[in-house]
């Protein structure tokens, strides 16, 4: 009886090289639980997330459209997640930049693929979250493919960048045990840093300027990260 090959070793077993019935099955079920083991750890490195775009999401129907289905099937556990979305105080003052509405951004959850139409993907479950895809130009809805293991070693796993829309996050699941055997480093994958903006002051900078903001491409401030 030949069960899997590991590392070029066929393990199999012949029921007539014993005589002894009783022994040979003890030893047979030994050798198939070591064996179902050994076959469903798996081992995984790079990318093992797919990613897409949300541009709706329709709560009642349990259902979001996404810039492509490309990567993702029927059955295929998803993560639903708002990146952004939060709105600021822009007043000139003190209080600029605190939080005034979240806007439903850092919601997620879980879900399930039940159908896919185009490029539209429906869920087994009505959704948990409302997803505010108004609130900002971009609030960065996306769906994540969830990769799922019993048994899983964990290696040197990264993501795409988050580039606005997608990416920056790694997710997976396993039923059994989950074996890290590399660090995972997503530094400077996540949201992006301000960028550097190159103007021509005229020493100006030496003079006051008691504004909390200034305009895009002024060499009185710079631009803000992400977050």
């Not at 022994?23 to 750890?41: A, E, I, N, P």
């Not at 996306?142 to 606005?164: F, H, K, M, S």
């Amino acid at each position: 009886l030949q069960f899997c090959e590991l590392e070029g070793v066929i393990y199999s077993i012949n029921i007539y090289e014993t005589r002894n019935f009783s022994y040979w099955m003890k030893s047979f079920l030994t050798s198939l639980l070591l064996l179902l083991s050994f076959c469903l750890q798996a081992q995984i490195t790079g990318t093992v997330n797919a990613y897409t775009g949300v541009s709706a999401v329709n709560g009642a129907g349990a259902k979001v459209t996404v810039a492509s289905a490309a990567g993702f099937a029927v059955g295929d556990l998803v993560l639903l997640m708002q990146m952004q979305g939060a709105q600021i105080n822009e007043n000139n003052n003190s209080s600029y930049g605190s939080i005034s509405s979240l806007s439903n951004a850092g919601l997620y959850e879980l879900q399930r693929i039940c159908d896919i139409n185009a490029n539209e993907i429906s869920f087994e479950n009505n959704l948990i979250n409302s997803y505010n895809t108004a609130a900002v130009a971009n609030p960065g809805i996306q769906l994540i493919r969830v990769p799922e293991y019993v048994n899983v070693d964990v290696g040197a796993v990264t993501v795409p960048d988050w580039d606005g829309t997608t990416g920056g996050v790694l997710v997976l699941a396993a039923s059994g045990t989950i074996n890290l055997v590399d660090n995972i480093s997503l530094d400077a994958q996540g949201f992006r840093g301000g960028t550097s903006v190159s103007i021509v002051s005229q020493c100006n900078f030496l003079s006051d300027f008691p504004n909390y903001f200034y305009a895009a491409g002024s060499y009185q401030g710079n631009n803000k990260g992400e977050g």
